[in-house]
């Protein structure tokens, strides 16, 4: 699976982002997805998955701001990032794995480049 994550960029506090990972190599339908962010000096952060059938998790630090989901016909998942905060900034990543999944970075296999986001105060 090769995994490509855009959408990132600048933006002041209270404002909004949405990020997409589009997925391709092979069926995308089976995957878990997730979104893990990492901020200069810090370990990489989980931010929220959600399975082929739709479950989803989020960080505690994103419950009620971040909203993930996915299109299955576009090979595509999306977090949309509202009410932003100078905390929010850092390089957001998107992986993929299947089988049983979870919050922690070793339950990935697949991981895009990365995208940064920048929220100004």
């Known amino acids: 699976v090769q995994l490509q994550a855009s959408g990132g960029g600048l933006v002041q506090a209270g404002g909004s982002l949405r990020l997409s990972c589009a997925a391709s190599?092979?069926?995308?339908?089976?995957?878990?997805m997730g979104w893990f962010r990492q901020a200069p000096g810090k370990e990489r952060e989980f931010v929220a998955l959600?399975?082929?059938?739709?479950?989803?998790y989020y960080g505690d630090s994103v419950k009620g701001r971040f909203t993930i989901s996915r299109d299955n016909a576009k090979n595509t998942v999306y977090l949309q990032m509202n009410s932003l905060k100078p905390e929010d900034t850092a390089v957001y990543f998107c992986a993929a794995g299947k089988g049983n999944y979870g919050r922690a970075p070793p339950f990935y296999d697949y991981w895009g480049q990365g995208t940064q986001v920048t929220v100004s105060s």
């Open positions: 190599g092979r069926s995308f339908s089976t995957e878990y």
């Open positions: 959600i399975t082929f059938s739709r479950i989803i």
